[in-house]
């Protein structure tokens, strides 16, 4: 079971400005088509569909945008359920103009955002396939969506159960192997947690770490959250014995590689949440669009 | 082997609005970690190598970025270009402030449309490999990019060796059968055909068709171009006997499902184009980045 | 008689931030002579009527515009049809500080719009004049309309019967002297055009010319259509002669000072489209507003 | 003689979005002609001269835009100085493909603007053929400038020795008749301007009139300038004596209709300034561009 | 008594775009606080009132922010009125998510802008707590508000009756010492102020001096306007003693460190009108929220 | 000691579209002032300097936005160190034209930062001033900065030694009372923030309480930050007391009402950061400018 609908989430609506930038990559000045074949003012109906199973998305975004064209628009089907083959998703009724401008744009935009809830959902699915409770271990989604989606791949991730990792560098704090190697080398890790403790004490420190003995130097060093970057099952395993006794115990998030079909074996072994870019990559799901005239 | 770089495709520098949307994105106020930490200031080198076999893409692009952020940045394999595993391409240096403000970003663009420019290069040789002759046959793209993402798209798609199928709706003309049922019953297809060249007279009309019958009827229309969404290879070898007669003979574009494993079939059966969407769900390649103090 | 309403034309609607900046460029803070005559709650009434023949035009778009205002707008005449003076065009009620802040704004773009509009709709009945059937032989425009004014200026065209000969650069293919002389000098015209071809099959080849023995060349080297940059009528005659019999015939695009005044001898010449920046410098045609209390 | 260059002018660079701007609307993805010949990368030099007499404008703002591009530039005119047939203007040097992408829109800019500027300067010079001193009447240009071209056309403007008459509504006061019938009717002007000029101390009341009598009454009620529309001449001539012995005498503009060929008449019936529309429906002046491998 | 509401005000609506920047550097994704609770999509409403005493300022604006975000708004108490402790001014309701999107972003606008509004009023009270006559004696506030927030802050000193001192540097003319040094030598005041008056005819010449001699020359050679910078009182008087039989007279705008507590000492002195940047540093005023299911 | 300058701060530059939004809104057409006295073009020189004690501020960014006028600029203080009255800050060359443009809006942006910085140092100065540790006890600023500034805002924050709260509500929690309301009235607290860390287990749980009785309730319902809004410091202390034991213990941020004066109480108390809006409100520092010619 799939959660529910974006406007219950909490998610602002789309910027004017971002849906205008949606039309103008493909639409700046209509559809030429319609206009030469002259049949820009028919009136007509376009009823989008799931083609294959997926979580929906971006159905109310597609549906703003076909607002803004003009269209008079119905959403069947809230982004975050899950949609079986042949559920109808969204109607838009208007000028065959109309239409025909926001068809792919609206297409594209559900197909992409449908792969990545859909995506996301599988490893959230596969996390708790071992037994695990549901909401026990967080599905949280990376910085690497393509450039320039971030606002529109968070909602996707969203819509599909997983959380989102780090917005941006800005608000949240990652110590990585890259930044330890700028520090004075008399101070150590600890050293480091702590002046970052001091300078932003609303935030968790976390640190990224690619070995057992690393992990565990950071856990004792104070890391709230121990990033095991790219870490065989087995090294969290044992990593797990190691922290368990510490208090407070740091929280474990698996990193690298993770997917829906090895999460469930970190699961297991003991993370508190995985971190993925996985999603990102999954192909677009299929939406199915029948037009015509009214 | 692998066309020149982006300056010599003419392709126009990215946007100043473009670059800071890319930063805002990230690192709307900076790396939080770097400040904490109190390392800012000191000064690094980060140097970005293809991991994986690639062509290399978004290098130019990357270091605009990087350069807006105040660093000084060295080029050092033009996007466009085979990069074999450890190939350098892109040096900066800087402040590790500003070099953690860019890392990320620059690195996921640079790996996402390498993704993009690596996939559209395989099917491109792919479409030379059962002895055309290069050249002879395009590989196009789609609007099908992620949502925002096209004029980033598009330079992976040229570095990659491929082209612009349409760019938007406005000023090319493709006639869907969801545009034909709009027309007056009593017109057919010629009509149409003969209204849209008497108003757009220096575009190329294309007319997707599903079947051979369809394909033939659209040819004796006056399409200039067949698009063949989904058509078996037979259906390919069947048509061309039926059209190679006809005077200007209509050219033929297979679409739909088209990707590196089958379109030596399509070149094979006579298309003079293919159309696919693949290369924009091709998984990222790895850019392995180095990050120390100078 | 004149064509539909931009509707139906398929055109979509301004963006948000082009109606915001036509606002700003204007009325950053509101009338200040309203405001400091203390007027702007009153309640008014704004009309726009045709003062001189025209075709109308921008009137939509005002509408927009006045609408964002918080005017409430009726329509009463669409873009792209002949308004013979006295025509009323739009009606906008309000307070009388909304309706000063949209007067000038609206109606300069409605002016400035029907300039461009009536003056292609003279060039396009002058073509047909001769005894051509409409339809037949299409006026496009070129790029060359005021900085900035690109998307409006299209939107003019299109109301008064136009078509674009090219929106940019970069979806369609006009080969230059100015691109010739890059070339390899052992590679002739036929060498490019070939190689356009190949690597942009969608595409029409166009290739300016400015005398008969340089369009017989070009149309032998394949050329799909020939812009004849400033031909004396005389020689598209006995260009026509000459390329009569080519199969496929080039197309002929007469071009360079090209109006309503001698566009007639160029159709009858042969050509089969006029290419002209003639309406972008047409006067705006006057468009009368009464504003008064309701 | 014509001022000096815009820099000395005070103006303003471009902003960077008005300059991605323009070349957005004209080459979003580069010039696919040269793409396709392959000649991107060969150096070139493209050098811009006037083709008939003219104020030159827009070269500093050319130049700008073909920098942004990548190009090498030299200033060989500045904005504002007379340039004879042949003057050269700007010189670029650098790859076929970066000069490609500006030549039209750097061409169009410059050619726009010196349209205006000569024709702004043709008015300033009649307006004194007839022996005003130079400088003692301001020719003032209105708002009316093609939408959205307000920021350049004021360049252009100023670049031909006018000045604005108002830059927009916000920051000037200029009472119409469409102001004066919202006022409660017990009022008269007299009120109004006292109003107006308690609220807004610091600016002129401009108040504009339509014949003799309304000006006489105006100038009683205070106004401080009285803009005369479509005044006949001889009407002016016996406004002038109506109101010379006022203390402080109200400033006359003349409005409406004026142009280069009326102006003088104006000048010597005793007007302190003109306000013209008439330079914004100029056409461009011709400028030269040849562009060649270096 | 304070004036009327904002649209009684001529001034527009927020552009899309500020509305939308408002949001995005506070909610970009929603509220994850929220999102995490999983209440978003209860139904609640939302009640503004002022806490402490003020001049309301900002309501429409709060709540154009709210209806952006898809909440239902009912304006209780229009910008520009006085409001005493507990008034209800806004009314929202909606999905909690929504709600808790636009709080705080509406709430600190809210009192950002009473908080200018209600100090600019009470220097516009002070200024005729003397006796003087309302209406007669301006107070003009300067350039100086926060960096970005002009608009915003235009809109409030207008509430609180204030009028703005120059908008910018591009419509208004203000002879700083600092323009003056640049003059050439032999050029004195007096030629200044008539080059500035022959190029800008419509517009007043307002002089900053910063003793009694330097007014009453600046008053001698023309200027319409005399600013004087940080004069104590006394030389007000004296300065008004000497320029009083001038013809016409001069107008004085006392400048530097006005407030509402000497403010009248000013006008009592006899300016015609005060330039200030105090409300600008004043503090918000109190504006509370309750926020509650429906 | 204040700490160092922006750059090491890892602050990235501020967006072009920022800076020409700064300059539009002061100087969108130049300063009209330097065009009529026709000084535009003469050498001049510009010295900014600390009038009064303070703590520079936006310096870089003014140096930034002199650059892009055109102006050649030294920075002769770096951002975030203390500025003894007379210190000179900033140093800037160019033709008049360009220093006119420029002086106000980088005096006020330097002022106006400075003011936020000062007055964040002087709180962060007052914290340890009980002889607490510096670097202990966290100085954080809200989001209540003037509408539109939040970017600009969060620079002098941290120039001053502070820290931000939360930059927006989309990457931190804050469990405010009006979250709670609409909650399940079976869940209590507890239950709360256990939804919350499985939703987001990489972000603490900050909860907003009122009183001690509810302090101790969050703090045993699992909080890890409790914000003690308008606690009186004797409630600090009792509080203080009734957590201690507990493990882990959570952290106490006073919220409310903070300012310099009385922050020295709350550190004693035993608080581990001190929330505040109040720098917001300081007015600006002075800045003194020297503009003459070279």
Partial sequence: MVSS????????????ALIDALLAEDVPFGDLTTRVLGIGGQPGVMIFSARDDQVACGVEDAAAL?????????????????????????????????????WKTAQTLME??????????????????????????????????????????????V???????????????????????????RDGLA???????????????????????????????GADILQLEKFPVEDVVRLVERVMSLSPRPRLAAAGGINARNVAGYVAAGVDLVVTSAPYSAPPRDVQVELRPL
Same sequence: chains 1, 2, 3, 4, 5, 6.
């Fill in 5 to 16: 609908s974006s406007s219950a989430d909490g998610l602002p609506p789309l910027p004017a």
């Fill in 191 to 221: 050293h480091a947690v702590r002046a970052a403790r001091g300078k932003a004490p609303e935030r968790r420190i976390v640190v990224e770490v690619t070995d057992v003995e690393q992990a565990v130097a950071a856990a004792r060093a």
């Fill in 159 to 185: 819509a599909g159960g997983g959380v989102m990792h780090r917005i941006g560098l800005s608000e949240t704090i990652l110590i990585f192997p890259e930044h330890l190697v700028f520090l004075n080398p």
């Fill in 66 to 102: 076909l607002v803004r064209l003009g269209a008079t628009v119905d959403v069947l089907w809230s982004s975050g359920r899950h949609a079986p083959p042949g559920t109808p998703l969204l109607r838009a009724t208007g000028p065959a103009g109309v239409l025909h401008m926001g």
């Fill in 112 to 157: 992409w955002a449908a792969g990545i809830a859909t995506a996301t959902h599988a490893i959230v699915s596969a996390a708790t396939s071992g037994g695990a409770v549901a909401g026990t271990v967080a599905v949280a989604c990376t910085r690497k969506a393509p450039p320039l989606t971030r606002a529109l791949a968070m909602r996707a991730v």
